[in-house]
């Protein structure tokens, strides 16, 4: 059986997909294009001269081994940012779908921390955690512990995952909810009768009916924690202790907008983009095919 | 095209007449807030209040990064103003900028107001000033780092407030002392890589980079992992581990903790004094920043930090003489003697110091003229002059991620100099291709 809907001419479908394809070419190959060629420069701050340097910029930042072990720390930290910021929506998600009474007000309440901006969400949570006046490394030195993320680099990570994941439970936490409550209660009550306890339901049938909300953020958390996250990075650590925290995203904004060098500013932006290209190439291809439509 | 004599003769006067009745406005980018912004904007209120024919329009644009970052901005999209407020920092970036520019001298020089370089402090003009010595910016707001001292902490830990701290080894005894004595913050910096690396050099008279730091050329490489300064860093780091050095942050985070009286002694800019005076309850004390014995003799002279107002390219001829105007009134000692006592900066010229001297303000404010004869004392070498680096901002962010490693205990501090002078010399490289 054909399902789609096959059109006589070329143009009536080019112009209904022309919005698309403008907002893309104006907002995505444009810039893209332009990165692309900046990238291939040293250009002086105040676009009075550019120096041809080929691929000078590439050759200066992937010889560099600070910029190489960035690449790591994007990795550990997009994992991280990822990997809590799904759990524990998809446990929040779990328990707001068995909760009868009440759960509006629940729900309401989960969602609002995705209403805050990341640098100030960042700034919060930096206010919690600061070494001198924060409520919680107060806490912390009670019981013993001296937090100071300011030189230990695993507190640090530990900070901008938290204070990035943080708004991102919200989000997560929406989709999940919805999808939970998309699968038919009739499948559940049936395996439920046939003996199945709340694990095994969960496992068989809920999780992978769950799987394409699943997989959709996924790439939407990957893709945030690469690109959404320099906000929070910036407001809590400045990329430090040493490089700790300097993530890609967080290098190309600081060495393009803070310290005026946008020839490696544009090379890292082009790495970056070949980078999700080839994660998204990567999630799809294989991922998805254990994803239940 | 016929014009009646006298109907032409009109229409000229009218146009140079023009400007009296139309201000012509001169726009102002500067980065602060607080109070600092609140001082800045008397100065502009009384600058237009004093005269009727500019107005000075003041625009708060964010930290010094991000004024910078607005100023570029605003010149790559045609939209500049008249006068940029840049930190020490960029000063090599506007150097370069030739074509975004105007120099300040030449400025004045339209401006038709009599322009006497001379006037200006050599230790603060230095840094702004090209090797023919012809201005290029008019120095703001210049500070230096001192040493700041919490006196009660010193009299609870039962020693002398008032003993001998110019030297490191005594500074380095006296934190033993302290830390025995149970307290918990002997000493924290602010601007670690400004006061202990690039201020240190200077101090010891040894180069933080070649070519007389910068100054030379363009071709410059870094300098500053020499014995000296190792020796310095690599006594910090030991202070680090012990205890006795707390690291607060990059930037002046450790302020927070002198204000509230936790650290006994904190290495700052001169111009912490306002915020101190307004926020310490205990009795504080400036004393010189410390040198090592075992380096040099005596010290030679610290170098400065702040900011300076770089005037821009594209404008017409008669905003300049309005730009001129105003610079001028700004440095002129009244100003400047008021500006000095209100933050703790440095007065620019010789005649505002003086002015403060004259009107007992040191005697009553005791300390706040170190910073002045820190600087002043001796006759600035190639070593002590200043800094002209380019892409310094990201050669500081390279030397804070260096030392912290050493705070840390990770690296030791020959590694991490050696590793940042190797670093920052392929950005100085980047600098200089850009440039070319």
């Not at chain 2, 009745?21 to 008397?42: I, K, N, S």
């Not at chain 2, 570029?72 to 930190?87: K, T």
């Not at chain 2, 004595?181 to 924290?188: E, I, K, L, Q, S």
Request: glycine content about 8%; aromatic content about 12%.
């Amino acid at each position: 059986m054909e399902k789609r809907v096959r059109f006589k001419g070329i143009w009536l479908p080019i112009l209904l997909v022309m919005p698309q394809l403008i907002i893309t070419a104006v907002f995505f190959f444009y810039p893209a294009g332009q990165a692309i060629w900046q990238s291939l420069f040293i250009p002086d701050p105040f676009g009075l001269s550019m120096q041809w340097v080929g691929l000078g910029n590439f050759e200066f930042l992937l010889s560099d081994p600070y910029y190489r072990a960035s690449f790591v720390t994007t990795a550990m930290f997009s994992i991280l940012v990822t990997v809590v910021s799904m759990g524990v929506a998809l446990y929040l998600a779990v328990l707001a779908d068995r909760l009868i009474k009440g759960s509006g007000t629940y729900r309401t309440l989960l969602i609002w921390p995705y209403a805050v901006a990341p640098a100030v969400a960042g700034v919060l949570w930096l206010f919690m955690f600061n070494t001198r006046v924060g409520v919680i490394s107060w806490y912390l030195g009670l019981l013993g512990y001296d937090w100071n993320h300011v030189l230990n680099e695993e507190e640090a990570m530990g900070l901008v995952v938290v204070a990035s994941a943080w708004g991102r439970i919200s989000y997560n936490f929406l989709f999940f909810l919805a999808g939970l409550q998309a699968i038919p209660k009739s499948v559940i009550e049936a395996a439920a009768i046939d003996g199945a306890h709340f694990w095994t339901r969960f496992r068989t049938i809920v999780w992978p009916l769950l799987s394409p909300t699943t997989f959709f953020l996924l790439v939407v958390n990957v893709v945030y924690a690469f690109f959404e996250t320099f906000g929070v990075i910036h407001t809590i650590t400045g990329g430090g202790p040493q490089q700790a925290t300097t993530i890609l995203v967080y290098k190309v904004y600081s060495d393009g907008f803070v310290s005026q060098d946008l020839g490696s500013s544009a090379a890292q932006s082009v790495i970056l983009l070949v980078i999700v290209g080839l994660l998204t190439i990567i999630q799809f291809k294989f991922i998805e095919r254990r994803v239940h439509y | 095209m016929k014009l009646s004599t006298p109907l032409f003769a009109g229409s000229l006067a009218t146009l140079i007449a023009a400007p009296a009745v139309a201000q012509t406005e001169v726009e102002f980018w500067h980065a602060f807030t607080g109070r600092l912004g609140e001082l800045v904007a008397e100065q502009v209120e009384t600058f237009n209040g004093q005269q009727d024919d500019y107005i000075v329009v003041a625009s708060h644009k964010g930290n010094y990064s991000e004024t910078l970052n607005s100023g570029i901005a605003a010149f790559r999209a045609g939209e500049q103003p008249h006068i940029l407020m840049v930190f020490e920092v960029g000063t090599a970036t506007m150097m370069s900028a030739q074509g975004a520019i105007k120099p300040v001298y030449e400025v004045m020089q339209m401006g038709g107001a009599e322009f006497d370089q001379e006037k200006y402090i050599g230790a603060v003009k230095g840094y702004y000033t090209t090797s023919d010595g012809d201005m290029l910016s008019l120095p703001f707001n210049s500070s230096t780092p001192v040493l700041w001292v919490n006196r009660d902490k010193f009299a609870e830990a039962g020693l002398d407030p008032d003993m001998d701290l110019s030297t490191w080894e005594q500074v380095g005894d006296t934190l033993t002392q302290l830390k025995d004595a149970g307290v918990d913050c002997p000493m924290t910096t602010a601007w670690q890589s400004w006061i202990h690396l690039e201020n240190f050099s200077a101090y010891h008279d040894t180069p933080f980079a070649t070519k007389a730091n910068g100054f030379g050329g363009r071709d410059t490489e870094l300098a500053f992992n020499s014995d000296a300064q190792v020796a310095h860093i690599s006594a910090m780091g030991e202070w680090a581990q012990d205890g006795k050095f707390i690291y607060a942050g990059r930037r002046n985070e450790g302020g927070a903790n002198f204000r509230g009286g936790e650290c006994a002694m904190f290495t700052e800019s001169s111009a912490g004094y306002a915020g101190i005076k307004a926020e310490a309850d205990f009795a504080f004390d400036v004393r010189p920043l410390p040198y090592w014995e075992a380096v040099a003799s005596e010290p030679q002279n610290t170098i400065i930090g702040g900011a300076s107002l770089w005037v821009m390219e594209g404008h017409e001829d008669e905003d300049y003489a309005g730009v001129a105007s105003f610079l001028n009134f700004l440095s002129s000692p009244e100003i400047q003697a008021k500006w000095h006592q209100d933050t703790g900066y440095l007065p620019i010229t010789l005649e505002a110091g003086d002015l403060t001297r004259e009107q007992g303000f040191y005697e009553e404010n005791p300390g706040t003229d170190i910073a002045v004869k820190q600087m002043t004392t001796n006759e600035p070498t190639d070593n002590s002059k200043g800094l002209r680096l380019g892409s310094f901002d990201q050669i500081r962010g390279i030397i804070d991620e260096e030392l912290e490693a050493v705070w840390a205990g990770d690296k030791e501090a020959q590694a991490a100099l050696d590793s940042a002078v190797e670093r920052g010399n392929q950005l100085l490289r980047r600098f200089e291709q850009s440039a070319n």
